[in-house]
């Protein structure tokens, strides 16, 4: 896929909004602040795909990017707690709705900071997923910000935090060293192909 060429398409801030399901979709989801735009850019090989900001909490609306024939689908970053309750309501709709809906979501990208326990928001995330059998691969973002031995012990701790964490795939990645752009590409070009 020439990943350069992906193209926003539209943003929406309900899910009711959101047109009928036309291709297959692979979402990107965690919580806000976790380095999702960045992530986003850098696969996309892009500035301001994603909109990236030192203030987190900005990305209410879900996005849908545009890439030959697959749209990605920006989920609004959870757990932003200086937010009014009613918006966090919102947000969970608009994440719900989502998952629960009848789309063609071939997988969801869930990134988790690489250098904190995975907050409860992220744990009802998977839980969520494995529930609902949505196939997901887990992002560990910021790996750069760990040296060595921290990040050994962080991946240990993850191993008893997360559950089923040793039959789940977990791609370290980084915006600095680039570690995991690749792979995370090398798995959308193969579901692409499906
Ligand atoms: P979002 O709210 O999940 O979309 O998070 P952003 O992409 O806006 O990133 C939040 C902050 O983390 C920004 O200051 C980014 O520059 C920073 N950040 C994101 N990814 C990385 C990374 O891989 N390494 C480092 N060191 N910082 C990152």
């Not at 350069?4 to 309900?14: D, H, I, R, V």
């Not at 907050?119 to 494995?130: E, K, P, Q, R």
């Not at 887990?138 to 990040?151: G, W």
Request: aromatic share 12%; charged share 25%.
């Amino acid at each position: 896929m020439q990943f350069n060429k992906a193209e926003f398409a539209a943003a929406y801030g309900s899910f009711s909004q959101i047109p009928a399901c036309s291709r297959m979709e692979i979402a990107f989801a965690g919580r806000s602040n976790v380095g999702k735009s960045t992530l986003i850019n850098k696969i996309f090989n892009r500035k301001n795909l994603a909109r990236v900001s030192a203030v987190p909490g900005k990305t209410a609306t879900i996005n849908f990017y545009q890439l030959e024939h697959v749209y990605f689908v920006d989920l609004p970053g959870y757990g932003y707690a200086k937010v009014a309750k009613s918006e966090k309501e919102r947000w969970a709709g608009l994440i719900e709705g989502y998952l629960n809906s009848e789309r063609d979501i071939r997988l969801i990208f869930l990134l988790i900071d690489m250098r904190h326990a995975p907050s409860a928001d992220d744990l009802h995330m998977i839980d969520y997923l494995v529930e609902a059998e949505l196939p997901f691969v887990v992002i560990l973002t910021k790996a750069d910000k760990l040296k060595k031995m921290a990040r050994q012990a962080r991946m240990e701790a993850f191993a008893q935090e997360i559950p089923y964490f040793s039959e789940l795939t977990v791609i370290p990645f980084s915006s600095q060293t680039f570690e995991g752009v690749e792979q995370v590409r090398q798995i959308i070009t193969e579901l692409a192909e499906e």
